[in-house]
C-alpha cells in the first residue's frame, strides 16, 4: 500500500533549519526534509536523537528569518537511520 495515502497530512518539502531544545540533550540543530499540518520531518545528521515519546521545544528557522519568536512544543514520533519525526502537540 502507497503510504502517502495512510498519511493524515500531506507533506511539502521544507527546507527550514529546526532548533531541537530538551534540558538532557541541549539544543540540537536539523535540516527539515519535510512539512505538513502534523509536523515535521528532519534529517538525523551527525546527532544523538531524542527517543519517541519524548517531548521537545523547537524553533523554526527560515531564510527569511525565526518563524516562532516562542518555542514550539513537539514530541518525538519516530526516529530512524534518516531522520527523526516530530508531532505537534
Do not use: W
Not at 495515502?5 to 533549519?17: G, L, T
Not at 531544545?21 to 520531518?41: D, E, M, R
Not at 523547537?58 to 514530541?75: A, C, D, W, Y
Amino acid at each position: 500500500m502507497d503510504i502517502n495515502k495512510k498519511r493524515r497530512y500531506p507533506r511539502v518539502a521544507s527546507d527550514a533549519q529546526l532548533e531541537i531544545q530538551h534540558p538532557a540533550l541541549g539544543v540540537i540543530s536539523l535540516k527539515a526534509k519535510n512539512a505538513s499540518k502534523g509536523g515535521f520531518f528532519a534529517l538525523r545528521g551527525v546527532h544523538t536523537l531524542p527517543p519517541v515519546d519524548t517531548e521537545v521545544r523547537v524553533i523554526i528557522k527560515r531564510h527569511t528569518g525565526t518563524l516562532n519568536s516562542e518555542p514550539v512544543q513537539m514530541r518525538v514520533a519516530h526516529v530512524s537511520t534518516e531522520g527523526i519525526g516530530l508531532e505537534f502537540i
